[in-house]
């Protein structure tokens, strides 16, 4: 059984709908001999030094597959969490969006455009840095009751937003239009930061560390 991932360069923010059907059209491509774009090739480049095909250690169940701005990997299932881990970092470094292909998640989604930070208490900010973040999420309070982080253009609704209501911590997230918005609760302060920092990050990830229910806003 193959562990299988997929990483290309992405200039869109996408939702997990048009992640699977850019999934589904690299894995009907031909085959081509290096990867299109050149952040794809730099990080095949950086995945096979680390795992040289053919090497007696190495991972692969098939060699890495160039397609489109893309390349296919699988590996064997006894090396997944190991592998993943590696491409997901290599996929940060290069501004590339990685998809477990295993697990239905998106690693890594790469930067798309400005994050705008804003708060109840006016707080405004473009392109915050990981401190101004991390204070905004400290300066939550009954009165300063919410914080907003949205990616790309004003009104993209790409977005992640949490609400303090009575000591409560709600977190919600929407990907790109009123159906498709989310909301769970977090544990804590160090919960939420650590939310609103991988989104900031591009680290996909921290969905998965949640149980989201949508939100009907009809």
């Keep these: 059984m193959s562990y299988d991932l997929a990483v290309w360069f992405e200039t869109r923010t996408l939702s ?3 992640v699977l059907a850019v999934y589904d059209v ?8 290096r990867p ?9 480049d950086d995945l096979t030094a680390r795992y040289p095909v053919g090497d007696l250690d190495d991972p692969w169940s098939a060699e890495p597959c160039a397609v489109v701005d893309g390349v296919l990997l699988s590996v064997m299932y006894s090396r997944a969490d190991e592998f993943r881990s590696v491409v997901t970092e290599l ?8 998809f477990d ?3 239905d998640v998106v690693r890594t989604f790469a930067r798309a455009g400005a994050f705008t930070l804003w708060s109840a208490e006016g707080f405004r900010c473009a392109d915050p840095s990981h401190e101004q973040l991390l204070a905004a999420v400290g300066r939550m309070s009954e009165t300063n009751n919410y914080i907003v982080l949205e990616r790309g ?6 977005y992640i937003q949490s609400l303090v209501s009575d000591g409560a911590l709600t977190l919600e997230h929407r990907e790109g239009s ?8 977090a ?3 160090v919960e939420l930061a650590g939310a609103f920092a991988a989104f900031l990050a591009g680290d996909e990830e921290w969905k998965t560390r949640f149980t989201w229910e949508r939100v009907d806003l009809s």
Excluded at 36 to 44: I, R, Y
Excluded at 91 to 96: D, I, P, V
Excluded at 153 to 158: D, K, L, P, Q, R
Aim: glycine share 2%.
């Design 187 to 189: 544990a804590d302060r």
């Design 153 to 158: 253009a004003e009104n993209s609704e790409v």
């Design 178 to 185: 009123a159906d498709r918005h989310y909301a769970t609760r």
């Design 26 to 33: 690299m894995i009907d491509a031909d085959p081509d001999p």
């Design 16 to 18: 997990d709908d048009e």
């Design 101 to 103: 292909a295993s697990s």
């Design 36 to 44: 299109a774009h050149p952040a794809v090739s730099a990080f095949l």
């Design 91 to 98: 996929a940060r470094q290069h501004g590339l969006l990685c």
